[in-house]
C-alpha cells in the first residue's frame, strides 16, 4: 500500500464530498480519531466526516478501487477502537444528527450521529423513551447494532429488540431499506450483530415507550464486609423480581479501609411499591448508606462518566444464579486490585430480554442471567501494567463461571471473540458478510475473523 499515493488521490477527488476530510497532518484529524478509551491511538489512512449519502458512496467507491477497510464512527465508545480503523478510511458520522417522532407516536426516526443523551432529551419531552443504555455520551446506532442494555430491558427487552428498520448503504453504494419483511435476514443480523459490518448505516427506526413522568431509582452502598451477603440477596432478586425494577451491582475500588459494595437502582413501580423494595434491599447488608430518590427519566439517565482514560475491560455472561464459590472469587478477586483503579460490575439480564429465543435476533445471549465486567482504568496514553495484569488474572478465575460468551458492545479483541459474542448464530452472521460485503470492507469482528481465516 502506497500510503502516499492514496492521499494524493484522495486530496485529488477532495472537492467531490461535501463534508471535511482530514489527515494525519491536519489538527483534527488527530481529535477525530480519539475513542472514549484514550489507551487507543489508532491511525487511519483518512478520516472523512460524511454529510450526506453521496459523500458516504464516494468513500465506498474509493475503498472498493484500492481495496480498503472503511469504519464507522458515531459516538466512539468501540472499547478496542474498532470503530478508527488502521490504515483505512474511517467515516465520522457525527454531523447525522437528525430526529423525528413518527405521527402516530409509536416510533422515533433518528440520524446515526445522535447520541444517547440526545434522544432521551428529545423523547421525554413527549412522555416516551427508546430502552437505551445508562452511558450519555454513548451513539444510539452503534449501541443497537450490539444489543443495548440498560434501565428499561427488563421491562421492554434490548435496544435492538425495538428496532423497526435500518437505512444502509451498502458495499456496491447502493442504499437499502431494511426491515422483517424486506430483507429478514439482514434484518436479524443487523439486531445484535455488532458495528456497522454489513454497510453503513444512515438512519434507523425505533420504537417507542411511555414512561412515567417521574421514576425512583438511585444507590444503595455497604462496606466491603457485607459484600458475600448483598450479591447472594442481588442474585436472588435478579431471578425473582418484577420487571419494573433494574439493579447493577458493582465493586469499585476506592482507598484502602474505604471499599464498599453498591448497587444502582432504577424502577418505573409506584411510589408505595418502591419504598417496599428499596427498604427490604437495605436490609441485604448491615450499614447501609441510601441515595434513592424521585427524578425524571431524563435525570436518571444523565450519569457522569469519567472520561479521558485509558479503559481495559474483560466480561463474560452468567447464565445461572451467582453461587457462593463464584461470590468468594469475585470478593477475592476485588480486594487485590490496585488502589482507585479498578471495579468488577455486574449488568442484570432476564425480563423482556428473555422473551425471545436466541435464534431470533444475532443477539446470541438470551438465556443468560448476569454479565459480569472486570474493569481497570488509568490516566495517561496506555494502561498501567499492574492494572492489565490484574484484569486478566481476575477475568481468568472468574471465566470458570462464565458461560464462554462476551458481550459484543464490550469489545475484547481475541483469538475467539466471534465464538464468545456470537455463539451458534456465527455461522449464519459470516455467511451474511460473504453475502452483503465479500470483500469485508466494512471493519469488525466478522471481518477480523475472515481475514485471519
Not at 444528527?97 to 440520524?111: M, T
Not at 425480563?351 to 472486570?374: L, M, P, T, W, Y
Request: neutral net charge; hydrophobic residues 40%; charged residues 20%.
Amino acid at each position: 500500500m502506497n500510503i502516499s499515493n492514496l492521499k494524493a488521490q484522495l486530496k485529488a477527488i477532495a472537492y467531490q464530498f461535501n463534508g471535511h476530510i482530514w489527515f494525519s497532518h491536519d489538527q483534527q484529524y488527530h481529535i477525530r480519531k480519539r475513542v472514549f478509551n484514550h489507551g487507543i491511538n489508532n491511525t487511519p489512512l483518512v478520516i472523512i466526516e460524511a454529510s450526506c449519502e453521496e459523500d458516504i458512496r464516494l468513500a465506498i467507491n474509493f475503498a472498493n478501487e484500492h481495496n480498503l477497510a472503511i469504519s464507522v464512527k458515531g459516538g466512539g465508545h468501540s472499547n478496542t477502537g474498532s470503530c478508527v480503523v488502521n490504515d483505512g478510511i474511517v467515516l465520522d458520522m457525527s454531523t447525522f444528527k437528525s430526529i423525528s417522532l413518527a405521527e402516530d407516536r409509536q416510533s422515533v426516526r433518528l440520524g446515526a450521529g445522535v447520541r444517547n443523551r440526545e434522544l432521551d432529551a428529545y423523547t421525554t419531552q413527549y412522555g416516551l423513551a427508546v430502552p437505551l443504555g445508562t452511558c450519555p455520551d454513548v451513539g444510539v446506532i452503534g449501541a443497537t447494532l450490539g444489543g443495548g442494555i440498560g434501565f428499561l430491558s427488563r421491562k421492554f427487552g434490548l435496544t435492538c429488540d425495538s428496532l423497526v428498520n435500518v437505512t444502509m448503504i451498502d458495499a456496491l453504494g447502493i442504499k437499502r431499506i431494511v426491515d422483517k419483511v424486506s430483507d429478514p435476514d439482514l434484518f436479524w443480523a443487523l439486531s445484535g450483530g455488532g458495528g456497522c459490518q454489513f454497510g453503513v448505516i444512515t438512519e434507523i427506526t425505533l420504537k417507542v415507550y411511555v414512561v412515567p413522568s417521574t421514576v425512583i431509582g438511585g444507590f444503595i452502598e455497604w462496606p466491603i464486609c457485607e459484600a458475600k451477603k448483598v450479591l447472594k440477596h442481588y442474585s436472588d432478586e435478579v431471578l425473582s423480581s418484577a420487571r419494573d425494577y433494574f439493579v447493577y451491582a458493582y465493586l469499585s475500588r476506592a482507598s484502602q479501609g474505604r471499599e464498599k459494595i453498591s448497587i444502582m437502582v432504577f424502577s418505573t413501580a409506584t411510589k408505595s411499591e418502591c419504598d417496599a423494595f428499596f427498604k427490604r434491599i437495605s436490609n441485604w447488608g448491615i450499614g447501609a448508606k441510601m441515595d434513592i430518590s424521585e427524578k425524571t427519566y431524563l435525570e436518571m439517565q444523565a450519569n457522569a462518566y469519567q472520561s479521558e482514560l485509558c479503559v481495559y475491560w474483560r466480561n463474560g455472561f452468567v447464565s445461572h444464579a451467582l453461587s457462593s464459590q463464584f461470590i468468594d472469587d469475585v470478593i477475592d478477586c476485588y480486594v487485590n486490585c490496585p488502589d482507585d483503579y479498578c471495579g468488577i460490575m455486574f449488568d442484570p439480564l432476564g425480563g423482556a430480554i428473555q422473551d425471545r429465543a436466541c435464534e431470533d435476533s444475532a443477539f446470541v445471549h438470551r438465556k443468560s442471567n448476569f454479565i459480569c465486567s472486570v474493569t481497570g482504568i488509568s490516566g495517561g496514553v496506555k494502561i498501567v501494567s499492574e492494572i492489565e495484569r490484574w484484569v486478566d488474572d481476575s477475568h481468568a478465575t472468574l471465566s470458570t463461571f462464565y458461560n464462554g460468551q462476551a458481550y459484543q458492545n464490550y469489545e475484547f479483541l481475541a483469538k475467539d471473540e466471534l465464538k464468545s459474542y456470537f455463539g451458534k448464530n456465527s455461522l449464519k452472521l459470516l455467511a451474511l458478510k460473504h453475502r452483503y460485503d465479500p470483500k469485508c470492507r466494512f471493519y469488525g469482528s466478522l471481518s477480523r475473523h475472515l481475514i485471519e481465516a
